[in-house]
């Protein structure tokens, strides 16, 4: 059964903390809690499972410890119609066959290089203008979250301590999507279409990658199989692949 969290303490799950999937629910978690609806939590068991859901906007994210009940998940997924579910393999075999959407195959990777040897730290800001972040990523992402929706989510994770925004020659941009118990997500990397092909998303992930594993974090992104290469040149290891179904176009 499938029921709506708000009175739980998520942050105190010891399964949350130790999955990508787990740790992106608490970093909404965290941040959000259970008073927001474009924020909800669920929790779905079964005689051998224990799941925690959430739904943050058009994104579900299930962390689960082993199968769930197909078809009460598939009926939730219809009514809910997120445009991007993340659940481990287990969960997602059975989805893939939802009208309205595809899967996508995504691979992980760790940062294990460092930085690059000619870096002007003096270009980057860690505290930049959101407007002009926001800005370069919907340059980059036509489907991006419209402006409202998407800095509310990114002054909270901020204000929280749980993400923090990189702009390098203010062309640029790099995203710590979650810092949870010290494994640090990366992602909404972008550049201005005038200042593409120069190199300077290189850099700057190869200077967030040292930067941040200096600080004892453990650095990690995901990358769809036309970019895999890119992310091998510049100091980030290939370690596991995954799935996500998200809608068809």
């Not at 009514?79 to 996508?104: D, H, T």
């Not at 301590?161 to 999507?177: E, F, P």
Request: net charge negative; glycine share 6%.
């Amino acid at each position: 059964m499938i029921k709506y969290i708000t009175d739980k303490d998520l942050n105190s799950i010891d399964a949350l903390h130790e999955s990508y999937y787990g740790r992106k629910i608490l970093s909404y978690f965290i941040s959000y809690g259970t008073g927001y609806d474009f924020c909800r939590f669920y929790e779905a068991v079964t005689e051998d499972t224990t799941a925690y859901i959430v739904q943050f906007n058009s994104v579900m994210i299930i962390c689960s410890d082993g199968p769930l009940e197909t078809e009460e998940l598939i009926t939730f997924i219809q009514m809910n119609k997120p445009f991007r579910v993340e659940a481990p393999w287990m969960i997602l075999q059975n989805l893939c066959e939802i009208p309205g959407y595809r899967m996508l195959k995504r691979t992980k990777f760790e940062f294990t290089d460092h930085k690059p040897a000619h870096f002007d730290e003096s270009k980057i800001e860690i505290n930049p203008s959101l407007d002009e972040i926001y800005e370069i990523l919907h340059e980059g992402f036509p489907t991006l979250a419209g402006y409202g929706l998407w800095i509310t989510e990114h002054s909270h994770k901020i204000r929280h301590g749980l993400s923090r925004i990189y702009l390098y020659n203010h062309c640029t941009t790099a995203t710590v999507i979650y810092d949870v118990d010290d494994n640090v997500l990366i992602g909404q990397v972008a550049t201005r279409a005038e200042a593409r092909g120069r190199g300077y998303a290189r850099d700057l992930l190869y200077w967030i990658g040292h930067t941040l594993s200096l600080e004892g974090k453990n650095v990690s992104l995901f990358a769809l199989d036309y970019r895999e290469s890119f992310y091998e040149e510049i100091g980030f290891k290939a370690v596991s692949t995954e799935n996500v179904i998200q809608q068809e176009s």
